[in-house]
């Protein structure tokens, strides 16, 4: 039973314009929540997180969206660059942080 | 460097042989975290070590898994009698747990493949 979802195996965005991926949880008991980046060949790389204190987390063009209600987040990349094409994973955690628990990924590429 | 090092980066080994894989955390992080990611998959957890606990072994997929943490610091994930569907990237992370900044470093992972 997977309890943290991405639905969305894969998004095609043109350069420049922006890049929204969405994740969707089902444990209510998370408060900490983040997202990877992972290029071929490479490990996920940490990317930006949100405390469940938040609803809004921004670095650079990078934002993370929290809502707590519906039990989902997004991340927003704007403006998107051919770089950023890569598979991006969202995690959760209890206040233990002793398991993240990863969505299935969302591969980004981003068309020059 | 200072990253998470995993050992070796790619192994094929035959269907029932033993494999160990080796993780050596970035020093000073007392947890340490195994994950696998089989093709197509998210990332699967496996296993949690912090400082002296007893460590988390919730994930592991059966008892042909093990691992070990010596000494606080290097991990060594152990696969007994290896099936073809144990093929899959095996991760390493580590972190340093506190309330503000909980972030996990990965290792670039070994790509394990039982023919």
């Known amino acids: 039973d997977q309890q943290v979802k991405q639905n969305s195996p894969s998004l095609s965005v043109q350069e420049g314009r922006i890049s929204i991926l969405n994740c969707d949880y089902t444990?209510?008991?998370?408060?900490?929540f983040l997202w990877y980046k992972k290029y071929p060949a490479e490990g996920p790389t940490f990317l930006i997180s949100i405390s469940s204190i938040k609803d809004k987390n921004e670095d650079g063009r990078f934002t993370v969206f929290l809502n707590k209600s519906a039990k989902h987040l997004s991340l927003h990349i704007v403006p998107s660059q051919p770089g950023d094409s890569a598979v991006y994973f969202c995690a959760a955690s209890e206040g233990n942080f002793n398991k993240f628990y990863f969505g299935s990924g969302t591969k980004l590429n981003v068309k020059p | 460097g200072a990253g998470v090092s995993q050992s070796p980066s790619n192994k094929v080994t035959e269907k029932g042989k033993d494999v160990e894989l080796r993780c050596d955390p970035i020093?000073?992080?007392?947890?340490l975290y195994w994950y696998r990611q089989s093709l197509g998959q998210g990332l699967e957890f496996l296993i949690y070590?912090?400082?002296?606990?007893?460590?988390?072994k919730s994930g592991l997929p059966s008892d042909r898994f093990s691992a070990e943490r010596t000494g606080g610091s290097v991990s060594t994930l152990t696969i007994q009698r290896t099936q073809q569907e144990d093929s899959a990237v095996y991760l390493c992370a580590s972190s340093i747990p506190d309330s503000m900044n909980t972030e996990a470093f990965f290792g670039q992972g070994t790509r394990l493949t039982v023919v």
């Open positions: 070590f912090q400082g002296n606990s007893a460590p988390d």
């Open positions: 444990n209510s008991m998370f408060d900490y």
């Open positions: 020093s000073g992080h007392t947890a």
